[in-house]
């Protein structure tokens, strides 16, 4: 059984930047795709970034594309979310999810078989 743990986020300043990370443990974690996700309140899941099994191929939806980056290590079970210059709508609840394949494709959430319990971020001032 496959768990996921996220951690890094917290409360930071317009423009600011935090670190996610998102730790394996249990079962495969090499083989499968990666994706981040966030919930704001009132608002439906949206899928946030995705990298490849081998870390070769990532994906990164409009609003946060050449602000956030994507990485894994996977001698470490881990990946990271970088988020650079963040903004008030960046606010929400971020969470890691496994996907069921190597690559990446569209944030369709039931294609990801596991999800970690998430991590707050706030973007205030």
């Known amino acids: 059984q496959l768990q996921l743990v996220e951690s890094g986020g917290g409360l930071v300043q317009p423009g600011g930047s935090l670190r996610l990370s998102c730790a394996a443990s249990g079962s495969t974690f090499d083989y499968h795709a990666i994706g981040w996700f966030r919930q704001a309140p009132g608002k439906e899941r949206e899928g946030v970034s995705c990298i490849s099994s081998s870390g070769g191929s990532t994906n990164y939806a409009p609003s946060v594309k050449g602000r956030f980056t994507i990485s894994r290590d996977n001698a470490k079970n881990t990946v990271y979310l970088q988020m650079n210059t963040l903004q008030l709508e960046d606010t929400a609840f971020y969470y890691c999810?496994?996907?069921?394949?190597?690559?990446?494709?569209?944030?369709?959430?039931?294609?990801?078989?596991?999800w970690g319990q998430g991590t707050q971020v706030t973007v205030s001032s």
């Open positions: 999810a496994r996907h069921r394949s190597y690559h990446c494709s569209a944030y369709v959430t039931s294609e990801y078989d596991y």
